[in-house]
Structure formats: C-alpha cells, structure tokens
T-cell receptor
Framework: DAKTTQPTSMDCAEGRAANLPCNHS???????VYWYRQIHSQGPQYIIH???NNETNEMASLIITEDRKSSTLILPHATLRDTAVYYC????????????FGSGTKLNVKP | GAVVSQHPSRVICKSGTSVKIECRSL??????MFWYRQFPKQSLMLMAT?????????EQGVEKDKFLINHASLTLSTLTVTSAHPEDSSFYIC??????????FGSGTRLTVV
C-alpha cells in the first residue's frame, strides 16, 4: 500500500471548518483513500473514503486532487468533540486487505 | 452499522501471568479479524491477521508464541498475551470486516501488567 504523509498536529477554532491534508504521491490506480479518526482511548472510527471523485457524507467531505497524489478531509463545522487523531490510509479496497496506520494528524479544536 | 465488541475494556494482571482478550463481531460473521497494538502517543501497529479455522498470520517482529490468536468461530477471535511483562502493557484493538459496512474496529482493551 502507498505511504501517506500528514502534518503532526493542527488547531481549529470551534465552529470553523477543519481542513486536514494528506499526501499520497505514490498512490496507484486501484488504491482508495480512507480516513479514520481515533478519539483518546477508543477504537478508530470510520469517516469517509473515496477513489477519485470527491465524496461527502454526514460527517465530512473528502476532496481528492485530479492527479490523486493528495487529498483533504474537511469537517465543515468543527466541534470540541472532533478533537482526535485523524488517519489517512491508502489501500486497495479488499475485505481481506490490511490497514496499516501512519502517524496521523492530531486535530485540536479550541473554543 | 456493524459492531465489534471487545472484552474486557481494561485489565490489570501480574507479571508472568497470561491474559485473554476477546473480540466479537455482533450481527455479522467475520472470517477475518485483525489485531493491533498501540503504545501511548503512538499509532496503531498491526500485529496479526486472524483467520477463522486456520492459523493466524503475524506481522514481522511479532512473536507468535507470545501472542496466541484463536479464531474458532465466525464471530469470535481471542488474543492471549502469554507470560505478560510490563513492556506488554498497551492498548490492544481488534477489527473485523463486515461485507456490508467494511472495516469496523472494537473499542480496545487497556492492558496493564504490574
């Protein structure tokens, strides 16, 4: 699976949009971009995933660049409960394929 | 959505004893489950892949005799930390794959070896 690069930490004001970048310049054509988050001392929680089109669900939006070498996770109106470590993972969509986690981005949402 | 249940949520054991952690898929069958370990302020590290009815496959550097995995049914995988030592203290997380909802993670087990 392709390697991803994320900033170590980011701050965001409560109520504002949080934009979390991810670089995956070695992504291959059949690899999806997944985003998970982990709130302290809990298991990771699925947020969103996509292949090449932008995706949106009730939690977030995923913007993937046209060359697919990077993506941005957008939390439109961050709340204090969104404070967590956000992981960007690139992998082939296969139920038996493993998830390898990188270091992630610690998002601090501040009042 | 799919739910994966882990038990216990936290456990304290004495050095030299063994500890068993359970991972159950609720409302779906999982032929494959995965076990992760996470040390404080670090990311999740994949330890092994648990396959129903067959031997688990371990990631490089993970001692299979130390971390025994049993996946005896389609809804249950267990991880046993044998002869636990303080350096085994960690947060252990399992995940299972639901055909409809994909990867789902358990809530984790905090192991403290004293």
């Amino acid at each position: 699976d392709a390697k991803t690069t994320q900033p170590t930490s980011m701050d965001c004001a409560e109520g504002r949009a949080a934009n979390l970048p991810c670089n995956h310049s070695t992504i291959s054509g059949n690899e999806y971009v997944y985003w998970y988050r982990q709130i302290h001392s809990q298991g990771p929680q699925y947020i969103i995933h996509g292949l090449k089109n932008n995706e949106t669900n009730e939690m977030a939006s995923l913007i993937i660049t046209e060359d697919r070498k990077s993506s941005t996770l957008i939390l439109p109106h961050a709340t204090l409960r969104d404070t967590a470590v956000y992981y960007c993972i690139v992998r082939v969509e296969d139920n038996f394929n493993k998830f390898y986690f990188g270091s992630g981005t610690k998002l601090n949402v501040k009042p | 959505g799919a739910v994966v249940s882990q038990h216990p949520s936290r456990v304290i054991c004495k050095s030299g004893t063994s500890v068993k952690i359970e991972c159950r898929s609720l409302d779906f069958q999982a032929t494959t489950m995965f076990w992760y370990r996470q040390f404080p302020k670090q990311s999740l590290m994949l330890m092994a892949t648990s396959n129903e009815g067959s031997k688990a496959t371990y990631e490089q550097g993970v001692e299979k005799d130390k971390f025994l995995i049993n996946h005896a049914s389609l809804t249950l995988s267990t991880l046993t930390v044998t002869s636990a030592h303080p350096e085994d203290s960690s947060f252990y997380i399992c995940s299972a794959v639901d055909p409809n909802y994909g990867y789902t993670f358990g809530s984790g087990t905090r192991l403290t070896v004293v």
